[in-house]
Each structure stands twice: as structure tokens, then as C-alpha cells.
T-cell receptor, first 110, second 111 residues
């Protein structure tokens, strides 16, 4: 099935700094989804991107889907301690099975 | 809606015992996923059902694992016999058209 690689694996930032995580695939993706998992919690769906070059915003979060639909990014502006968690990208295979990247664990230092 | 409901939340069992994990998806969702999460291997897709039919079970580790979805409102994941390396958090998720909604997970410990 399709696979996505996610970098970095870990990121420590000072509160107020920006944060970006990247998701890459060797094949064209039909869509990309982003999830957040708080420590001890379960993954929570954030957004789905479908169109080439699509950019969506949710408050301080900006999601982008590459022009070739092979990469995506999640950018957080001015991080807060509530942003702590692991951010996953996920892609749908040909049969709509959902495969997750390895995640980026974000730590925000107060 | 109460969301995806999994039971039990925690399970501790001895090696060799049978373990059954249960999931009730969100009403109206037609896709159901079982995932296993560990520090080493991340979130692994075990099996995916669409309209109660198993579509992709390529992630099921071995014959000790089996999953069923007898109807649209219930699914089980069974491990028989269980081994210590099966210790993990097992998540069930359901979906309709965009995004998967996860249950709280079952933390399984096999000693």
C-alpha cells in the first residue's frame, strides 16, 4: 500500500516559536489527512486536503498540499503549550485504507 | 453520538490466553479500521472493513490475529494465543467520507 514518510521525528520549540512538520510520498496521493494525538490520548482528525496546491487554515494551523500531490506540511504559528502532542499525516490507498506516517512529536517549552 | 466505543480500556493477560477486543463504530459510518500502536512501530493498520466486509488485512501480523465485523455496529479483534510482543495500544476507528474517528483504545499487556 501507499506509504508516507514524515519528518522530523521530534521537535522541541520554545513557546511562541513556529513549528512545521513535513509529509512526503514517492507516489501521487489522492488525499492527505492530518491528525493530532495528545500524550495518552487517541488520534484526532484535524483536516483533509484533496486538491493540488491546496492551502487550508485553522486558527494558528496552516496545512498545505503540494502541487504534485506528493507532499504536505503542517505549520503552527506561535506555538502554545496546548499544541503539545504528536502530529500524524495519513493517506488513503486505492481501497480507501488509511495508512499513517510515523508522526512528529512536538514538545513546547514554556 | 457517543463516538467510537472500545472495550475493554485496559487488559492484562497471561501469555497463551485468548484476548478479544471490541469496537462499536459511529452509527452510519461504513468504514472501520483496527490499528496497533507501539513506540517502536508507530500506528500500524491491521485490518480495514468497508460495509462490514474485510477489504485489506495485509497488516494482520500472523494467524494468531483475527477480526470480524458481523454487522455495521460491532467488530472484534481476537488474538489467540497471545504473546508478550502483542503488548500495545489497539485502536478502532470508523469513517464515512472524510477523516477517521478513533476510539479511546485498549491498552493490552501480555505477561
Amino acid at each position: 500500500g501507499q506509504q508516507v514518510m514524515q519528518i522530523p521525528q521530534y521537535q522541541h520549540v520554545q513557546e511562541g516559536e513556529d513549528f512545521t512538520t513535513y509529509c512526503n510520498s514517492s507516489t501521487t496521493l489522492s488525499n492527505i489527512q492530518w491528525y493530532k494525538q495528545r500524550p495518552g490520548g487517541h488520534p484526532v482528525f484535524l483536516i483533509q486536503l484533496v486538491k493540488s496546491g491546496e492551502v487550508k487554515k485553522q486558527k494558528r494551523l496552516t496545512f498545505q498540499f503540494g502541487e504534485a500531490k506528493k507532499n504536505s506540511s503542517l505549520h503552527i504559528t506561535a506555538t502554545q503549550t496546548t499544541d503539545v502532542g504528536t502530529y500524524f499525516c495519513a493517506c488513503s490507498g486505492s481501497a480507501r485504507q488509511l495508512t499513517f506516517g510515523s508522526g512528529t512529536q512536538l514538545t513546547v517549552l514554556p | 453520538d457517543a463516538g467510537v466505543i472500545q472495550s475493554p480500556r485496559h487488559e492484562v493477560t497471561e501469555m497463551g490466553q485468548e484476548v478479544t477486543l471490541r469496537c462499536k463504530p459511529i452509527s452510519g459510518h461504513n468504514s472501520l479500521f483496527w490499528y496497533r500502536q507501539t513506540m517502536m512501530r508507530g500506528l500500524e493498520l491491521l485490518i480495514y472493513f468497508n460495509n462490514n466486509v474485510p477489504i485489506d488485512d495485509s497488516g494482520m501480523p500472523e494467524d494468531r490475529f483475527s477480526a470480524k465485523m458481523p454487522n455495521a455496529s460491532f467488530s472484534t479483534l481476537k488474538i489467540q494465543p497471545s504473546e508478550p510482543r502483542d503488548s500495545a495500544v489497539y485502536f478502532c476507528a470508523s469513517s464515512l467520507d472524510r477523516g477517521a474517528f478513533f476510539g479511546q483504545g485498549t491498552r493490552l499487556t501480555v505477561v
